[in-house]
């Protein structure tokens, strides 16, 4: 059986990504950082329904966490699979920001997204890189913010500049990893109804409409339109595809 670790795979997109891949046979790691209960859930959810799930936590910004969470990983992977390694790895843990000026932004904010957006990544990709099988794959969850396609938004200069190193760090690793037939790409959601951003669809449902009045396909995006791409990205359909940000958005904002 192959295996799929999933960071920020309790809600939204990581969530759906976990059951979709499941769905294909594979066996998920998830990860959870606040909330053990949805990650919990989410693992039982999949076995109910026939799949094969383990729920650890971690936080993706606590670079001292790195070591630990890879022991707690190789036993998961003992434990409930006998193997020593993966297959997959989906980077996708993030976090929302209110829109804030740039001449309001605290080195607090800037740290915060570097963090979970691309330093927590990028040193957990290497961390695991040893345990990640020859011809496997990595996808990492951008945004579509961090695409020079994109129009800017104001007050997300700090999220759109974190989301965009992504970008370049997809087409950098998918250089260095291609000795070992690793694929590398990232997916680039536009705005999509998840629990970022304080919840803020549930709360304001008044800002759904005009959203997809501005999407090509006249609807606002779902974690599972998301998980789609991301699990099309890990299948053998997308084996000579690498160093691509595939946009999933239904042409926001054309």
Not at 181 to 200: Q, S
Request: hydrophobic letters at 40%; proline letters at 4%.
């Amino acid at each position: 059986m192959q295996i799929a670790v999933i960071t920020g795979g309790s809600s939204g997109i990581g969530q759906a990504t976990a059951v979709e891949v499941a769905k294909r046979g594979i066996g998920v790691v998830l990860t959870y950082h606040g909330s053990p209960e949805r990650g919990l859930e989410t693992a039982e959810r999949i076995e109910k329904d026939g799949g094969s799930a383990v729920a650890l936590q971690f936080d993706v910004s606590n670079q001292g966490a790195l070591s630990g969470f890879r022991d707690a990983l190789s036993a998961a992977l003992q434990d409930k699979w006998g193997r020593d390694t993966f297959d997959f790895l989906v980077n996708n843990a993030g976090v929302g920001q209110h829109p804030v000026p740039f001449e309001d932004t605290t080195e607090a904010l800037f740290d915060q997204m570097v963090g979970v957006h691309f330093k927590g990544p990028y040193f957990l990709t290497q961390t695991l890189l040893p345990l990640i099988t020859d011809g496997g794959a990595i996808v990492f969850t951008t945004s579509s913010s961090g695409l020079l396609s994109s129009r800017p938004s104001y007050g997300y200069s700090v999220y759109g500049s974190v989301k965009g190193a992504q970008v370049v760090l997809t087409r950098y690793l998918a250089k260095e990893l291609s000795a070992r037939g690793i694929r590398v790409n990232a997916v680039a959601p536009g705005v999509t109804r998840t629990r970022l951003g304080d919840d803020a669809f549930a709360k304001r449902p008044e800002l759904i409409q005009p959203i997809a009045d501005n999407t090509a396909l006249g609807r606002i995006g779902e974690a599972e339109d998301v998980a789609a791409a991301i699990t099309f990205l890990l299948s053998p359909e997308a084996r000579w595809v690498t160093a691509q940000t595939l946009e999933a958005s239904g042409g926001y904002d054309l």
